[in-house]
Each structure stands twice: as structure tokens, then as C-alpha cells.
Nanobody, 123 residues
Framework: QVELVESGGGLVQTGGSLRLSCAAS????????MAWFRQAPGKERKFIAA????????VYADSVKGRFSISADNAKNTMYLQMNSLIPNDAGVYLC????????????????WGQGTQVTVSS
């Protein structure tokens, strides 16, 4: 089991940037895949990006390719999401998720979740 805590959300203007963090604790993350999902009010969780901690594999949703970048700091057990060129459609609660296996792109495949961090993009 792993505990996940997100941080770094906030309010930015269209075209601005944010860097989200997801700190993992309770266990080693070396065997996990970790992912970012976004949930807007009244909508289901949408896959954003993921990293396989053991292999280094990266997966991005088409909507964020070229704008978002996922990375990990092994020493800190922390995953990051660098978000650039933000648009209003990027707004929502960003949640960190983990699973003890390879990357998946659907929320139902992830048993471990953080509480989320709010991202608001103003026009």
C-alpha cells in the first residue's frame, strides 16, 4: 500500500505554467506505475500522463503532448507534472494515482489515490 499527497495546484492565466508534485510514502515506489488524472466538476476522471517507475516508460494523453511533461525523483519518491501553455480546458482537480503493475490509462485500474490538488485557469 502507498500513500499519495499532491501539491502545487493554483490559479494561473491562460498560457501560464504550473508544476504539480505527488509525494509517495508508506512503501517503495520502485515496482509501481504512477499517473496523473484530471477531474472536472460533473465529469469522470481523465487520464493525463503516467510513468512506470521501474522501466522509465512515459505515457501522455494526446491532449497534453508537447505541453505537459512528467518526471520522477527517485531519491524523494516524488512524481512531478510540469504543465505549460495552460488553457481553460486543463482546469480541474488533478489527482495522483498508483498501481502495482504496468501503466494503464483508465482510472478503474488504479487502487491508490491522493486527495487531489485544484488547478484553475483563467482566460
Amino acid at each position: 500500500q502507498v500513500e499519495l499527497v499532491e501539491s502545487g495546484g493554483g490559479l494561473v492565466q491562460t498560457g501560464g505554467s504550473l508544476r504539480l508534485s505527488c509525494a509517495a510514502s508508506g512503501t517503495t515506489v520502485s515496482k509501481y506505475a504512477m499517473a496523473w488524472f484530471r477531474q472536472a466538476p460533473g465529469k469522470e476522471r481523465k487520464f493525463i500522463a503516467a510513468i512506470d517507475w521501474s522501466t522509465g516508460e512515459l505515457v501522455y494523453a494526446d491532449s497534453v503532448k508537447g505541453r505537459f511533461s512528467i518526471s520522477a525523483d527517485n531519491a524523494k519518491n516524488t512524481m512531478y507534472l510540469q504543465m505549460n501553455s495552460l488553457i481553460p480546458n486543463d482546469a480541474g482537480v488533478y489527482l495522483c494515482a498508483a498501481r502495482l503493475d504496468v501503466i494503464r490509462t483508465t482510472a478503474l485500474e488504479y487502487p491508490y489515490w491522493g486527495q487531489g490538488t485544484q488547478v484553475t485557469v483563467s482566460s
